[in-house]
């Protein structure tokens, strides 16, 4: 079975850090682009982060440009969100999903994204 599960959420004060997980079981991110996304009460989901199959190509969303680096270990067949200067706007559920085509650049989070977690909630108190 095909799974992603996240982890690492958690409440923390504006400015701390947190770092989310993205393991997948069943199967080998090797050759998957990987996607973070958020999605806050009230809002559409949006794109923060994506990473290609190899790891040389990084993408961010401009409100996580400095703050968040994405990267991943295929040994370990996971994918990491490290989010530090955590800002109240930064609260919502984050989600990781395999990229159905191999993009990570501009647009890249309008491209199809398939096999999705079911989201680890980050809180930010303020």
């Known amino acids: 079975q095909v799974q992603l599960e996240e982890s690492g959420g958690g409440l923390v004060q504006p400015g701390g850090s947190r770092r989310l997980s993205c393991a997948a079981s069943?199967?080998?991110?090797?050759?998957?682009?990987i996607g973070w996304f958020r999605q806050a009460p009230g809002k559409e989901r949006e794109g923060d982060s994506c990473?290609?199959?190899?790891?040389?190509?990084?993408y961010y969303a401009e409100s996580a440009k400095g703050r968040f680096t994405i990267a991943r270990d295929n040994a370990k067949n996971t994918v990491y969100l490290q989010m530090n200067s955590l800002k109240p706007e930064d609260t919502a559920s984050y989600f990781c999903?395999?990229?159905?085509?191999?993009?990570?650049?501009?647009?890249?989070?309008?491209?199809?994204?398939?096999?999705w977690g079911r989201g680890t909630q980050v809180t930010n108190s303020s």
């Open positions: 069943g199967f080998t991110l090797d050759y998957y682009v």
């Open positions: 990473i290609s199959v190899n790891g040389g190509v990084t």
């Open positions: 999903a395999l990229g159905v085509l191999p993009v990570c650049a501009t647009g890249w989070d309008q491209a199809p994204f398939d096999s």
